[in-house]
């Protein structure tokens, strides 16, 4: 059951993980880039993000009817995270394109600090979407956590410090880009580290299929992708490489925190297990 599971699972954890690179394409959009070129980061993650959303729907078609005919019957699902969803990344996706257009016309409209504030409150609305949609995943207690939406937040927030210290280790950035870089990095994986021991203590002494997705994620199927690529490159690798201090650690520690931050999700994502069903006599 569980490999059946795993496989049905695996277009939503592609799916899942590229929208935190959205938070991190959108946040990233400082005054202190450099070149035009570097705005492509944001448009090309949210609509590559967007893509894979609904890459996984079963009737893919369907999607422009039904769009059409919520708009003729101006009835709208806002009940529903994935029509919330749906709209953040929309939305998404013209802003950052409207962005990058502009700044690649050398137009100062695109550097308005009204304009990079929505597009970043944007990038974490997407990021956090994707974990109160995983909320609503009943009979899978390991993910009807509100701890989850926080994590995602964390590990979106991972991404964007990371792809800051590559683009500064790369020297796209201004040289008063990094003042505020090493502080942030510390606040957002320790963030992140405290959730994560949160999420899974709780879940150990949850219901049974909340203890056994947490079991598997300490110790079992999913540990090494836990503990290797959430716990060591996403934790770890950018603590140690931010004491170093040089431009080659950083671009390391960069790296290392969106892989850590991609894995920590397919590892929750591949973990959750059914609680099991007890029929009465």
């Not at 021991?197 to 598997?216: D, I, M, Q, R």
């Not at 994502?269 to 007890?278: C, E, H």
Request: aromatic share 10%; charged share 5%; with cysteine.
């Amino acid at each position: 059951m569980r490999s059946s599971y795993g496989l049905s699972v695996s277009p939503a954890c592609r799916s899942f993980s590229i929208i935190g690179l959205e938070a991190g394409g959108s946040i990233t959009r400082q005054r202190q880039v450099a070149a035009a070129g570097r705005f492509l980061v944001a448009p090309t993650a949210a609509v590559v993000g967007t893509l894979l959303v609904v890459s996984h729907l079963g009737r893919i078609l369907n999607l422009p009817a039904a769009a059409f005919n919520a708009l003729i019957h101006w009835s709208f699902g806002f009940t529903s995270w994935m029509f919330i969803g749906i709209c953040i990344l929309a939305v998404l996706c013209v802003v950052t394109v409207l962005q990058a257009w502009l700044l690649t016309k050398g137009s100062a409209l695109g550097m308005r600090c009204g304009l990079l504030a929505f597009d970043a409150v944007l990038g974490v609305a997407a990021t956090a979407y994707s974990g109160f949609l995983l909320t609503q995943a009943v009979g899978v207690p390991l993910w009807t956590t509100a701890a989850i939406p926080v994590l995602w937040i964390f590990s979106g927030l991972a991404c964007a410090v990371g792809l800051i210290e590559i683009l500064a280790a790369a020297g796209k950035l201004d040289a008063e880009s990094p003042r505020w870089l090493h502080a942030a990095g510390w606040a957002v994986h320790g963030g992140e580290a405290f959730v994560l021991f949160a999420f899974v203590l709780t879940a150990l002494s949850g219901t049974p299929g909340a203890a056994a997705g947490a079991e598997s994620l300490i110790s079992g199927s999913t540990s090494l992708l836990f503990w290797g690529g959430a716990v060591g490159c996403g934790l770890l690798i950018p603590c140690i490489t931010a004491c170093l201090k040089s431009l080659p650690a950083a671009a390391l520690g960069g790296a290392a925190a969106i892989i850590g931050a991609l894995s920590l999700r397919a590892a929750i994502l591949f973990a959750g297990t059914f609680d099991p069903v007890i029929w009465p006599l």
